[in-house]
Nanobody, 124 residues
Framework: VQLQASGGGLVQAGASLRLSCSAS????????MAWFRRSPGKGREFVAAISRGGTMTSYADSVKGRFTISRDNAKNTVYLQMSGLKPEDTAVHYCAADRTVNSGARGASDYELWGQGTLVTVSS
């Protein structure tokens, strides 16, 4: 599976964006998926995760109630709907996948496959 993230951009505080991560291959539904982000001067930070079937989700406290992760296994795509964006959400956002994860693992080392990242910039 190869991952391709898209949907980033420059928005004002309070706006919404939807990130997409498209996966190649026929086994997308076998992978637990997650979004991470890296902002300037910080390490890679967990944002949200979703189980293989999409029934279980997990969020970082900093985005809970504002962001929603979802997936469409028929389209081999995972989404991150971001609302109420804040300047501190400015970061390169990455999608990640792993066949052994199905319970919202939050460590970057838990995920084997990574997309190239898409930049989200939120102005105040």
């Amino acid at each position: 599976v190869q991952l391709q993230a898209s949907g980033g951009g420059l928005v004002q505080a309070g706006a919404s964006l939807r990130l997409s991560c498209s996966a190649s291959g026929r086994t997308f539904s076998a992978y637990g998926m997650a979004w991470f982000r890296r902002s300037p001067g910080k390490g890679r930070e967990f944002v949200a995760a979703i189980s293989r079937g999409g029934t279980m989700t997990s969020y970082a406290d900093s985005v809970k109630g504002r962001f929603t992760i979802s997936r469409d296994n028929a389209k081999n795509t995972v989404y991150l709907q971001m609302s109420g964006l804040k300047p501190e959400d400015t970061a390169v956002h990455y999608c990640a996948a792993d066949r052994t994860v199905n319970s919202g693992a939050r460590g970057a080392s838990d995920y084997e496959l990574w997309g190239q990242g898409t930049l989200v910039t939120v102005s105040s």
